[in-house]
């Protein structure tokens, strides 16, 4: 059985030679670069695999079923530039997939490194996730979190870890919350998302902090988890503003000229 991994990249060129060097088990790599990449990403990429592609971005779904589409392995591996697969995964994997079975996607703990640290709490200590997938299940769907939606008894489990070097900077954070909310607001805006009032903010975002200070103890990762439980619920009021503006449609744009035609009048 052939292993194609397929990694989707923009503006990772500190991040992607690391993933790329923990990828030599595998029989192929499809590199998809966002064309809107302004540093050496592609550059890197290069050196590692002939298989690098450069895409037009629409959402993470289209990129990751763009690097599917080019690939040729009977399973596909998804992977981000800012993860590693530790040598206990990569001989897992190939111990699965040499045996005949009726599962259609592995499953594995991720480990999440905040600032370097490893995180124990707050929500982000062991996260399962299914990024082995048969290729013939392995189509995207959605903007953001997007899923193949394998059903969950066709779904295997692997004991090795796939680290995730994420959160490296505020700046950085700023900067996926921008770019997520914007993603998850026009999903939820096409869905027919209820109108976003006053409470929506409040409500999201004390839940949210509730869930990761309180509940799931963030506060016990030290200060990166004080942090993160902070904020994830400015993130999610990010995406919920966002929709609030989608909702408006070009309220703003009449405004601002029954404003300029009452300055006019005056003059």
């Known amino acids: 059985m052939m292993v194609s991994a397929v990694i989707a990249a923009r503006d990772e060129e500190e991040m992607i030679e690391g993933a790329l060097r923990s990828l030599g088990f595998c029989d192929e790599i499809v590199v998809v670069v966002d064309d809107r990449s302004t540093d050496r990403t592609e550059e890197i990429a290069r050196r590692y695999t002939d298989m690098v592609l450069v895409e037009p971005f629409t959402d993470f779904a289209q990129i990751r079923n763009a690097g599917i589409r080019a690939s040729r392995g009977e399973w596909i591996l998804h992977v981000d530039a800012d993860e590693r697969i530790t040598p206990a995964l990569a001989r897992e994997i190939r111990e699965a997939i040499a045996t005949d079975s009726s599962v259609l996607a592995f499953r594995n703990p ?78 939820r805006f096409e869905a027919g998302a209820r109108r976003v009032t006053p409470w929506t903010f409040v409500r999201v975002m004390a839940l949210e902090f509730g869930r990761r200070m309180v509940r799931r103890s963030g506060f016990r990762d030290g200060m990166p988890g004080i942090v993160e439980a902070v904020f994830q619920p400015f993130a999610l009021f990010c995406a919920r503003v966002m929709l609030w503006e989608l909702q408006q449609g070009d309220a703003a744009r009449r405004r601002y000229e029954a404003l300029e035609r009452e300055l006019y009048e005056q003059s």
Request: positive net charge.
């Open 110 to 187: 991720t480990i999440n490194f905040f600032w370097g640290r490893r995180m124990e709490h707050g929500g982000w200590g062991t996260m399962m996730q299914e990024r082995l997938i048969r290729r013939e299940h392995a189509e995207y769907r959605g903007r953001v979190h997007e899923s193949p939606g394998i059903p969950q008894d066709r779904i295997g489990t692997m004991r090795g870890e796939r680290w995730h070097f994420t959160h490296r900077s505020i700046e950085e954070d700023l900067v996926k919350a921008i770019r997520y909310g914007r993603l998850d607001a026009r999903d």
